[in-house]
């Protein structure tokens, strides 16, 4: 069941469900870059940020960045919400592209620079929204200078591919197959209701007998 401290509060159904489908989404659209450009074979953590230690649907990073979808959450909880990305960053694409790792290889860095450039073409709130290739090289310019060059070779790499329509996953099935292996595209739906199931179990939420018709549609 729920553990909460005196000062700590919980995500709700909603929003622990609008996190995991934000997270799939995420997973897929990385995904379907990484495999078309063959990037990104030596990360071990694979499908992107939703399997093994650190994964955004551990309870430690769902407490935290499920509260972003709360009004004024962002700044209301916004010290769990950095304790849950603190908690996600320990996962091996974050370690190689965000402290500049002497070791990172070439396939550790492309596969960074593609998850920042997909995180800034998605619709992210506290990112300012999404944004245009030419937008993101104008952001990537003002990056650590070690980033700047494998930024902008990642967005002219993936400009020259058919872009994935992500405004029209609204639901988990309407997550696409196209661009990504059966096996993965497994993965992500697996575990997204795996979670689920489990933080029902763990945590005592009840997504599935919910009668809240946001629920039903995305779960559909």
Known sequence: MHTVSSTEVLPNE??????????????????????????GSEDPDRPHDIVHPYNKFEWEAVKGFALQYRKDGKKLCHKQIM???????????????????????????????????????????YQGGSH????????????????????????????????????????????????????????????AHQTLRQLEHDQGYNFYKNSESIIREILK
């Open 132 to 191: 245009t290739y030419q937008q993101i090289e104008k952001i990537a310019s003002e990056n650590p200078i070690h980033k700047v060059a494998w930024m902008k070779y990642a967005i002219s790499e993936m400009k020259r591919i058919k872009q994935p329509n992500l405004a029209e996953i609204t639901a988990f099935s309407k997550i696409p197959k196209e661009g990504i292996t059966p096996q993965t595209y497994d993965i992500i739906i697996g575990r």
């Open 14 to 39: 909603i929003e622990i469900i609008k996190w995991i489908l934000h997270t799939d989404t995420h997973a897929y659209h990385i995904e379907y870059f990484l495999q078309t450009l063959q990037f």
């Open 83 to 125: 304790a849950s990305r603190k908690h996600h960053r320990k996962q091996y694409h974050h370690q190689k592209w965000n402290q500049s790792y002497p070791n990172a290889t070439e396939d550790a860095l492309e596969l960074g620079a593609v998850d920042a450039v997909c995180s800034l073409l998605e619709p992210r709130e």
